[in-house]
């Protein structure tokens, strides 16, 4: 069974500092990656994702996300954080090779991030 | 905006009562996914349907069905309500299998 950890509930961070939030995934053979973003009373929307090739990945809004094998790891990253990045971050995980599972995504439990002024 | 629409936005309904919520997928997407917001929950995975068959099965109560219709959109039916139903369910949409997934805005149901 595939599974996503998001260990800090909130992060807090200044605006214009780097920020981080944190994630590890444990899947059966390779995986997607993916990192989501809610807004309040929005749906998700799409940041980015990692499915081969170079371990540091860009998305949306300057976002970016660094996929660590060894580590099992996919942490998403700011180099400067803005005030409307606030808002609940989500990574998901999905085996590459489609099973009896189809092409569900498994969600980590979120991480609300806080960029205050 | 992306693309995938659903429809109501909100939805306020009593235990024991049956409702069905509707989902179109963007313009040539054939996959279509449900997945359950709750609180205590977390975001779950609930049923997959590609190009009108189902294709994988989540954590999907017995008393939840749905549906790929011919044009592709899907219905979601959840009848004899509870409490804890009460939820953000998303529909999403990936042009095949493998690739992304890409959110509706959510119908928020309220049971009371």
């Known amino acids: 069974a595939q599974s996503v950890a998001q260990p800090e509930d909130q992060v807090n961070v200044a605006e214009g500092n780097p920020l981080t939030v944190k994630c590890t995934y444990s899947?059966?053979?390779?995986?997607?990656l993916f990192w989501y973003v809610q807004y309040p009373n929005r749906g998700l929307q799409f940041l980015l994702k990692?499915?081969?090739?170079?371990?540091l990945v860009k998305g949306s809004y300057g976002f970016e996300a660094e996929f660590n094998k060894s580590q099992t790891s996919f942490h998403l990253k700011k180099p400067s954080a803005l005030v409307s990045d606030s808002a609940l971050y989500f990574c998901?995980?999905?085996?590459?090779?489609?099973?009896?599972?189809?092409?569900?995504?498994?969600f980590g439990g979120g991480t609300r991030l806080m960029v205050k002024p | 905006d992306s693309g995938v629409t659903q429809t109501p936005k909100h939805l306020i309904t009593a235990t024991g009562q049956r409702v069905t919520l509707r989902c179109s997928p963007r313009?040539?997407?054939?996959?279509v996914y449900w997945y359950q917001q709750s609180l205590d929950q977390g975001l779950q995975f609930l049923i997959q349907?590609?190009?009108?068959?189902?294709?994988a099965k989540g954590n999907i109560l017995e008393r939840f069905s749905a549906q790929q219709f011919p044009d592709l959109h899907s219905e979601l039916n959840l009848s004899s309500l509870e409490l804890g139903d009460s939820a953000l369910y998303f529909c999403?949409?990936?042009?095949?299998?493998?690739?992304?997934?890409?959110f509706g805005p959510g119908t928020r149901l309220l049971v009371l």
């Open positions: 990692y499915i081969t090739g170079d371990n």
């Open positions: 899947v059966s053979g390779n995986p997607y």
């Open positions: 999403a949409s990936s042009a095949t299998q493998g690739e992304t997934q890409y």
């Open positions: 313009s040539g997407d054939l996959s």
């Open positions: 998901a995980v999905r085996p590459v090779e489609l099973n009896n599972a189809g092409n569900m995504l498994t």
């Open positions: 349907y590609y190009n009108g068959e189902e294709r």
